[in-house]
């Protein structure tokens, strides 16, 4: 199965016997041990783990919910050992709410660490927990009220100053992308997935960056109109290809426009004014370099306060920049595959070639099902599945309808949002 390497870890923990079984284990890659808070958010910083397993008495002078939050902004999971805390107390609430979600009490033994490391908690898992996402209040503070969400990745200004006086809460905002190098299934999981998640409240963004087959912006309605005309219409219609070699970082905010059920899009746009795709540099790495910052124009959109979610639509070929780009850049990428054999050697090929490359996200496989067939092996640690309905979906195309609209699909769907994104 790939990526099965040992998950590159970073230990922060008291007990020096412990920490030596956790070296020991064979599904562990351990970058560094620290001894103190600020050891450990430098090792951090420098090597960015996978994993950080920390003790809630690491000495230093930070309490345990600020080194969680440290963490968790330089995208680190954590597994937090919680030692004698009680599971109803305010520190538990506040790790919640920055969805530190593996929390382990005592007693706990180094086995109980790595299956919690290989078999990740979910919000789900904290269903009798009232969640804080600005953690316990200062000592002889009043606590601030109490929101049911989780925040991290990114930044918003909380206007009553709850909590923590600061002002500044974590909001929730992965970066996912959807690929496929034969292109199965991908444009219709990245629309459901969209589409989806803008359902379940979530400020959703999509980026089609396929930009050989824009299917998608058939869906969204994309007018075939030239560049001139797009400009006379407030950049309605305005993609990727549509501005060719004008196009700019700092023009994509003004692109991204809702063209349908609640999801801000990004088209790739159309070749009537460029002769293929563009270029975007002579050089793939300068390409690729662009690309980046035209996805980082996206990601930083105002999200006006909620938890969001950025998807990029990729190419079929990795080594196409723009594709290389959405998948470098992914904290999620997901591969929709139909189960077979063949299918399942290209991917296993192609992400041996991306780890060579230092593309290494989360891998998640999502398996389109057929009922009565047995489906290949797993290929990435994690793996999802929703039904694969060939007459519901063609029933829903028809009424140009994305099928997590329609009753079975909007559970489905929904349910594919809580377990990848925890939400």
Not at 323 to 340: Q, W, Y
């Amino acid at each position: 199965m790939v990526p099965l390497k040992p998950v590159k870890t970073i230990l922060a923990v008291v007990d020096r016997e412990f920490e030596q079984s956790l070296m020991s284990a064979d599904e562990l890659d351990v970058l560094a041990t620290a001894y103190s808070q600020e050891d450990l958010l430098a090792e951090v910083t420098r090597r960015r783990p996978e994993v950080v397993v920390v003790s809630a008495d690491l000495q230093g002078s930070m309490d345990p919910w600020e080194v969680a939050r440290q963490l968790r902004t330089q995208n680190a999971r954590v597994v937090f050992l919680a030692g004698v805390i009680d599971r109803e107390s305010d520190l538990v609430a506040g790790l919640v709410g920055l969805a530190v979600y593996d929390i382990l009490f005592d007693p706990v033994t180094p086995d109980d660490v790595i299956h919690s490391i290989m078999n990740p908690a979910g919000l789900s898992d904290w269903a009798d927990v009232v969640v804080n996402p600005t953690g316990p209040a200062p000592h002889g503070e009043p606590e601030g009220e109490r929101k049911n969400k989780f925040f991290f990745w990114g930044k918003r200004k909380d206007d009553n100053h709850n909590g923590r006086g600061n002002g500044t809460v974590f909001v929730s905002h992965p970066l996912v992308t959807i690929w496929n190098p034969s292109g199965r299934y991908k444009n219709t999981t990245a629309l459901n997935l969209a589409v989806a998640a803008a359902k379940a409240g979530l400020n959703t963004a999509l980026v089609n960056c396929d930009l050989m087959n824009p299917e998608l912006d058939v869906w969204f309605d994309i007018p075939q109109t030239s560049m001139e005309k797009v400009l006379q219409t407030a950049n309605h219609g305005a993609g990727i290809m549509t501005m060719g070699s004008k196009l700019k970082p700092e023009l994509v905010p003004n692109m991204l426009k809702i063209y349908g059920w609640g999801v801000y899009y990004l088209p790739a746009g159309n070749k009537l004014d460029n002769l293929g795709t563009p270029d975007l540099a002579e050089d793939p790495r300068d390409a690729v370099a662009f690309m980046e910052k035209v996805i980082l124009a996206v990601y930083q959109r105002n999200v006006k306060g909620k938890p969001a979610v950025t998807i990029i639509n990729a190419g079929t070929g990795f080594e196409y920049p723009p594709t290389f780009a959405a998948l470098k850049n992914a904290g999620i990428v997901v591969i929709p595959l139909a189960g077979e054999r063949q299918e399942a050697e290209i991917v296993k090929r192609q992400l041996h070639e991306l780890a060579r490359l230092d593309v290494e996200p989360q891998w998640v496989e999502l398996l389109w099902e057929l009922d009565g067939t047995k489906p290949s092996k797993r290929i990435c640690r994690k793996r999802l599945s929703v039904t694969a309905d060939p007459e519901g979906y063609l029933q829903a195309s028809h009424r140009r309808r994305p099928y997590c609209l329609t009753d079975r699909g909007s559970v489905e769907w929904r349910e594919i949002i809580n377990k990848l994104l925890g939400w």
